[in-house]
């Protein structure tokens, strides 16, 4: 526990997930662009530092869980003629980035670090927001397993299930085929709720049937869209927090492009992407994906 961790990006996700490693004693030196979601990681312990450069002073691992493929790019590598954190690292750092981004970019950025001596892995998660506050997270890790290993007990603050999905942008690749299905199955879902809700049938009624049924699946189990069936999760609470409806159009854009590129038909992964393009462009962005249902039920969501 010797450990000195930088920690940049403290949204939804980074924010627990951070909050988990300085709960476990580790010394962590966080930065958010956002002075709230600082604060909230202070009150666990972590020191707030005044940017990510001075985050990374001293820290032997930088871990990061920024939205998209640009700001982790910014951050590492440089942007608008700022250099980028990367540069500033000493020999031998570890750096692990957990945000879902292009693997395209998780290579590049990989392949700066060797330049440098610099280990990169990059290690994106699945599980949501309650995992994340639950240190329960799945991470899926591309990179040197050397460097896997010497993450692994990090990780383990933070999640219970560690998939080594092959080198540098692995991790990456294989988040993206889960969203793309998670993406689908959270589209699927809400129109079967919808179709029983317009057949008379209670939505929790319903729900408990499918889940013990050829049906089941992780959104019935773990995320139910409907609001009021389940407890804690963002569908009963406004869909405030939990996993943004842009954050998943970004991800369905990756999975496209990765499709595009390797002349892969994904016939329901297009589709479930334009949905939530239009979710968004009628105002939806910022709310949590689950509230897709909204365009599907007879009420709306
Ligand atoms: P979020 O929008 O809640 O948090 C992102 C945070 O990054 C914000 O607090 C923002 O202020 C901060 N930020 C942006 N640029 C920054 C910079 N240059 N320096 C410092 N801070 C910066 O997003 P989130 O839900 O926490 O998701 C983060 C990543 O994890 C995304 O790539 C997302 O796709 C992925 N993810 C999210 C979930 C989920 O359920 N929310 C689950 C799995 C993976």
Not at 75 to 95: D, K, N, R, W
Request: net charge negative.
């Amino acid at each position: 526990n010797d450990h000195t961790i930088a920690f940049i990006g403290l949204g939804n996700m980074g924010g627990p997930m951070a909050a988990n490693l300085a709960g476990a004693g580790l010394a962590v030196q966080a930065f958010d662009l956002d002075p709230a979601a600082c604060a909230r990681v202070a009150e666990h312990g972590a020191r707030i530092a005044e940017s990510a450069r001075a985050a990374a002073e001293g820290a032997d691992v930088v871990i990061s869980m920024l939205p998209a493929s640009r700001h982790v790019e910014g951050l590492f590598l440089g942007s608008g003629g700022e250099p980028g954190l990367l540069a500033g690292l000493a020999a031998g750092t570890l750096v692990i980035d957990c945000s879902t981004i292009a693997p395209a970019s998780a290579q590049k950025l990989a392949q700066a670090g060797r330049a440098g001596g610099i280990a990169v892995l990059d290690a994106p998660v699945s599980g949501g927001t309650a995992g994340a506050a639950a240190g329960t997270l799945t991470f899926m890790i591309g990179g040197d397993a050397a460097d896997l290993a010497r993450a692994e007990p990090l990780l383990r603050h933070m999640g219970r299930n560690l998939f080594h999905a092959g080198g540098a942008g692995a991790g990456q690749a294989a988040k993206l085929c889960n969203n793309m299905l998670l993406g689908i199955l959270m589209i699927g879902t809400g129109e079967a709720l919808s179709l029983g809700e317009a057949l008379g049938l209670d939505p929790a009624v319903l729900s408990g049937i499918m889940q013990k049924s050829s049906g089941a699946n992780w959104v019935l189990e773990k995320y139910n869209p409907v609001p009021g069936v389940m407890e804690g999760v963002p569908a009963s609470r406004g869909y405030s927090g939990g996993f943004g409806t842009d954050l998943m159009l970004k991800d369905l854009g990756l999975a496209a492009e990765a499709a595009i590129a390797s002349r892969t038909p994904v016939l329901l992964g297009g589709l479930a992407g334009s949905l939530y393009a239009a979710h968004s462009r009628a105002g939806q962005g910022g709310l949590d994906f689950s509230s897709i249902i909204g365009l599907l039920r007879p009420r709306g969501a």
